[in-house]
């Protein structure tokens, strides 16, 4: 079991294709909580089936925000920040284990994520050396209120050290999820007044650069049809995002 002192913290939505998976590796926490913003399927009736976990239910306040709420949820300041589709590695759960022992507030865990899509890594496409913050002491540090793409926010003060270990990240399980994303991101992003509004002329040359970025700059070449449909996904993104700005009532 892990030491008294940290809590997971995941927010869900429809996840019930990959939460059991998430919530089997993490039965050595004391304590996971789970946000739930209006989930649909299985997903709150697969987290009650967990004695570790404390399953909350509200509204989703954008991505950054809604996690700052989960984090006040839980009984804990040591925060490890998971999301439904994620499994800490065996080597990082070990590393967890001596981390909480010894870690100051001003510690800062950043951890490799390994993102796969249908089973199979993927190297390149912007998806690679994927280092990401978190793990963080919450008297110190939280998330920022982005609306997507949300980060925890750090100064100088914050001593940032890279564990050992993964986080498995089953980024994509069936190809529908692209165009999901695509559609919620997309509106949660024209939505958030912090985008500049483009001619339809130069959103498309921005879609295409988003394109040949991913596909040839960040090596998507070299993950196969993979990377491909990860370039086309990209640029479709940057092209629904400023074009929802048209979408006047």
Known sequence: MMPIGMSVVI????????????????????E?????????????????????????QGEFFGFGLTKRHAVSLAKNDWILSLDADEVPSKRLTTE???????????????????????????????????????????????FNDAMVHESVEIDHKANIIQLPGCIEHAAVTDLSQFLEKINRYSTLRSNSGKLKKYSPGVIFLKSIFAFIRTYFFQLGVLDGWRGLVIAVANANGVFWKYIKFYNVK
């Open 32 to 56: 996971v909580v789970i946000y739930d913003n209006g989930s649909i399927d299985e997903t709150p009736s697969i987290a009650a089936r967990y004695p570790n976990v404390s399953l909350h």
């Open 96 to 142: 967890l284990r001596q981390w909480i022992a010894s870690a100051r507030s001003c510690d800062i865990g950043n951890v490799l994520r390994e993102n796969s899509m249908l089973g199979r890594p993927v190297r390149h496409s912007g998806w690679g050396n994927d280092w990401l913050v978190r793990l963080f002491n919450r008297r110190d540090y939280n």
């Open 11 to 30: 927010i869900t939505r429809n996840a019930a294709s990959t939460l059991v998976s998430t919530l089997d590796a993490l039965s050595e926490f004391g």
